[in-house]
C-alpha cells in the first residue's frame, strides 16, 4: 500500500479569527480569566459599554462567556490606544489586551488592567448598534432579537438553555435510554388535529410533527428504552407567555414500564437537569437574577396527587376566595389553574389521573377506575404551570382502534401504529418535557420569547 504524503496539520478553527502579534499574551475567555489572575492575557470579544472619569477610560468588553470592567489610566497606555478606545463606539469588535486583576466588587471576580486595544470593525458613529442600555419595548426588542442575544442576560439564558438540554441529553444517555429520532414531515396527528401545521407533500397533505411520540413508541418496542430530541410544531392560536409554534421537546418513551416507573424517571430527570444549571451557571444565575435557593429546593422525590385531589385544592381556594373562577370537576385545567396548584409548592408537583375525555386517544385507562387515564402532568413551583406531559400508552388493540374512530381520526394514517399492539404489546409508556418552559422557570422568566434563540409565536416570524 502506498503512503500517503504527509500534510500540514489543520490550524485549529479559531485561528482563523484575527490573532494576536506573536509573542504577546496568551488567548483567554472572560469566564476561565480565575485560571489567569496576575498574567496577561488576549480576549477577543466586543465592547459593550464605556465610562469615562477624568483621565480613567473604563471599558466594560463582553466575549459570549461572560462579560469583564476594563480600567485604562491614561498614563498607562500610548496616546493613540487611549483615543482609540475613547471613541470606540458599543459593539465594536476588539481583541484586547492587559493583565487580570481579582477584585471582590466585580461582578465576576476580576478587573482588567488594559494595555492594548485592537479594533477589529469600528461599528460607525453615525449608525450605533440599536440597542442601547436604556430601556426598549419588547416589540423593539424581538425585532432586533438577532442584536438583542447579545445583551449580557440574553446571552446568560441562551448559555443555561444549552445546559438544560445538555443535561436532558446527558440523564437519558447515560441512563440507557437510545436516541432515536423521530420524523418531522408526518402524515398524521399525534396531538390534537386542531394545531396542525399542514404541508403541501408533493400534492398530499402532510403536517409538521407535533411531538415525536408516536413513532418512538414503535423505537421504545424495537430498543427498549429510547428517547427523541428536536423541535415541535404547534398552530397554537393563543396568545400566551407559555406557548410558541416552534417548541423543543424531549421525549423518553420505554418499553415494559408503568405510571409509577414513568413518575419516578421524570422527577430524577428534571432534578439531575436543576442540579447541573446550578453546578455550571452560578455567574448567569446572579446576571439574570435568579435566587438560586429556588434551584436547591428542586430535588426528587418531588409530591404527587391525584387530579380528583387536585380539583379539591381548586374548589377549596374558590371557597376562601384565593382564585377567581369556579373549576369545573372533569374539565382539564387552564393556566389559572395550574398556577394556583402548582404555587402551593416548592418543587414540581406531579398531578395524575386526570378523566380520560379531557386527555388523548393513546392514553391508558386506569383499570380501577377507567374513565381515568393513567397519565401524569408535571407543573412548575412559582405558578410556571406545566412542563411535563406523559402518560402509560393503550396496550390494547381493539381499544386502541376505537380510540382512534372515536377521535375522529383517520384510520389508516394509524395502521402501522396499530401494528405496535399486534405484534408483541407490552405496557409501556413516555413523557414529553418542553424545553422552553422549563428554561422559563429555571430562569425565572415572565414570558416563554425569551428561552429561545429566534421565538416562534402567533404573531412573529421575523427575524
Ligand atoms: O403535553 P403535551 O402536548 O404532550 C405530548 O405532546 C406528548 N405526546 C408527549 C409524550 O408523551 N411523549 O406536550 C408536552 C410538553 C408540555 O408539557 C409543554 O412543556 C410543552 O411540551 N409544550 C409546549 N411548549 C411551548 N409551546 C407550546 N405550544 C407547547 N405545547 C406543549
Ligand atoms: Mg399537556
Known amino acids: 500500500m502506498e503512503s500517503q504524503p504527509p500534510t500540514d496539520p489543520k490550524p485549529p478553527m479559531h485561528s482563523e479569527t484575527p490573532q494576536p502579534e506573536a509573542g504577546s499574551a496568551p488567548i483567554a475567555t472572560i469566564a476561565s480569566l480565575a485560571a489567569h489572575e496576575g498574567q496577561s492575557v488576549t480576549l477577543r470579544g466586543w465592547l459593550y459599554n464605556l465610562r469615562e472619569s477624568g483621565k480613567l477610560l473604563f471599558p466594560i468588553f463582553r466575549d459570549g462567556t461572560g462579560t469583564i470592567q476594563g480600567i485604562v489610566p491614561k498614563a498607562a497606555v500610548s496616546a493613540e490606544v487611549f483615543e482609540s478606545i475613547k471613541?470606540?463606539?458599543?459593539?465594536?469588535?476588539?481583541?484586547?489586551?492587559?493583565?487580570?486583576?481579582?477584585?471582590?466588587?466585580?461582578?465576576?471576580?476580576?478587573?482588567?488592567?488594559?494595555?492594548?486595544?485592537?479594533?477589529?470593525?469600528?461599528?460607525?458613529?453615525?449608525?450605533?448598534?440599536?440597542?442601547?442600555?436604556?430601556?426598549?419595548?419588547?416589540?423593539?426588542?424581538?425585532?432586533?432579537r438577532h442584536l438583542w442575544i447579545r445583551t449580557p442576560r440574553q446571552s446568560a439564558i441562551l448559555r443555561i438553555r444549552a445546559t438544560i438540554m445538555r443535561a436532558a441529553a446527558e440523564y437519558l444517555d447515560d441512563n440507557g435510554f437510545v436516541r432515536t429520532d423521530p420524523p418531522?414531515?408526518?402524515?398524521?396527528?399525534?396531538?390534537?388535529?386542531?394545531?396542525?401545521?399542514?404541508?403541501?407533500?408533493?400534492?398530499?397533505?402532510?403536517?409538521?410533527?407535533?411531538?415525536?411520540?408516536?413513532?418512538?413508541?414503535?423505537?421504545?418496542?424495537?430498543?427498549?428504552?429510547?428517547?427523541?430530541?428536536?423541535?415541535?410544531?404547534?398552530?397554537?392560536?393563543?396568545?400566551?407567555?407559555?406557548?410558541?409554534?416552534?417548541?423543543?421537546?424531549?421525549?423518553p418513551e420505554l418499553a415494559y414500564c408503568d405510571l409509577d416507573g414513568l413518575m419516578e424517571l421524570a422527577e430524577n430527570f428534571v432534578s439531575h437537569i436543576a442540579a447541573q444549571v446550578l453546578e455550571r451557571h452560578a455567574a448567569d444565575l446572579k446576571v439574570i437574577g435568579r435566587d438560586p435557593a429556588k434551584l436547591e429546593a428542586i430535588k426528587a422525590p418531588f409530591p404527587k396527587i391525584t387530579y380528583d385531589e387536585a380539583a379539591a385544592m381548586l374548589d377549596d381556594a374558590f371557597a376562601k376566595g384565593l382564585i377567581e373562577n369556579k373549576f369545573t370537576y372533569g374539565d382539564d385545567f387552564g393556566s389559572p389553574d395550574e398556577t394556583y396548584i402548582s404555587a402551593q409548592f416548592d418543587r414540581p408537583v406531579m398531578v395524575h389521573r386526570y378523566p380520560a375525555a379531557v386527555k388523548a386517544f393513546y392514553m391508558e385507562p386506569d383499570a380501577a377506575d377507567p374513565t381515568k387515564a393513567l397519565c401524569v402532568d408535571v407543573l412548575a413551583p412559582e405558578g410556571y404551570g406545566e412542563i411535563i406531559g406523559g402518560s402509560q400508552r393503550v396496550a390494547s388493540y381493539d381499544l386502541l382502534k376505537q380510540r382512534i374512530l372515536d377521535h375522529g381520526l383517520p384510520l389508516e394514517a394509524f395502521q402501522w401504529y396499530l401494528d405496535l399492539r399486534k405484534y408483541g404489546s407490552v405496557p409501556h409508556a413516555g413523557f414529553g418535557m418542553g424545553i422552553e418552559r422549563v428554561v422559563a422557570w429555571l430562569c425565572g422568566l415572565d414570558h416563554v420569547r425569551e428561552t429561545i434563540p429566534f421565538a416562534r409565536t402567533l404573531n412573529r416570524i421575523y427575524p
Open 87 to 144: 471613541t470606540l463606539t458599543h459593539e465594536s469588535s476588539v481583541i484586547v489586551t492587559g493583565k487580570v486583576r481579582a477584585d471582590k466588587r466585580a461582578p465576576g471576580g476580576f478587573e482588567l488592567d488594559v494595555e492594548n486595544v485592537e479594533v477589529v470593525q469600528r461599528v460607525p458613529a453615525d449608525q450605533p448598534f440599536p440597542i442601547s442600555l436604556k430601556d426598549h419595548g419588547v416589540d423593539f426588542l424581538m425585532e432586533h
Open 184 to 251: 418531522i414531515l408526518t402524515p398524521a396527528a399525534c396531538e390534537g388535529t386542531s394545531t396542525l401545521f399542514p404541508v403541501d407533500y408533493f400534492g398530499e397533505e402532510a403536517y409538521l410533527t407535533q411531538s415525536g411520540q408516536l413513532y418512538i413508541e414503535s423505537t421504545a418496542l424495537a430498543l427498549g428504552k429510547v428517547y427523541s430530541f428536536g423541535p415541535t410544531f404547534r398552530a397554537e392560536k393563543s396568545k400566551t407567555r407559555r406557548h410558541l409554534t416552534e417548541f423543543w421537546m424531549v421525549e
